[in-house]
Nanobody, 128 residues
Framework: QSQLVESGGGLVEPGGSLRLLCVAS????????VAWFRQAPGKEREGVTC?????????LYGDTVKGRFTISRDSAKNTVFLEMNNLKPEDTGVYFC????????????????????WGQGTQVTVSS
């Protein structure tokens, strides 16, 4: 059974860093585009960043996280990472990873309907 599991969230002070993990089981994550989304209380789900299958094109980043967040893969560990630096209170929310079902797609999207498989989410709270 295909599954995505996020981890690495927590409470961090403004200016701090966190690294989120998205571990896949039941399928080879490197073959599909993967994205991170986040949702704050009372707000719509927001696309944070995405990476194409086998890193075949440059990742996309939302305007609010450019220069602070980095998405990467470790194919051997079947894992996608989200490195978050210089965190701000507005980065607070539940972070979800998601994978498309388009095999070998060389592009990715920050639109949530594009994605078919979702993890359960991990909470990130940025507060002093």
């Amino acid at each position: 059974q295909s599954q995505l599991v996020e981890s690495g969230g927590g409470l961090v002070e403004p200016g701090g860093s966190l690294r989120l993990l998205c571990v896949a089981s039941g399928f080879a994550l490197r073959l599909f585009p993967v994205a991170w989304f986040r949702q704050a209380p009372g707000k719509e789900r927001e696309g944070v960043t995405c990476i194409s299958s086998q890193n075949s094109s440059s990742p996309l980043y939302g305007d609010t996280v450019k220069g602070r967040f980095t998405i990467s893969r470790d194919s051997a560990k079947n894992t996608v990472f989200l490195e978050m630096n210089n965190l701000k209170p507005e980065d607070t929310g539940v972070y979800f990873c998601a994978a498309e079902s388009r095999l070998f797609s060389s592009v990715c999207s920050l639109s949530s309907p594009t994605y078919d498989s979702w993890g359960q989410g991990t909470q990130v709270t940025v507060s002093s």
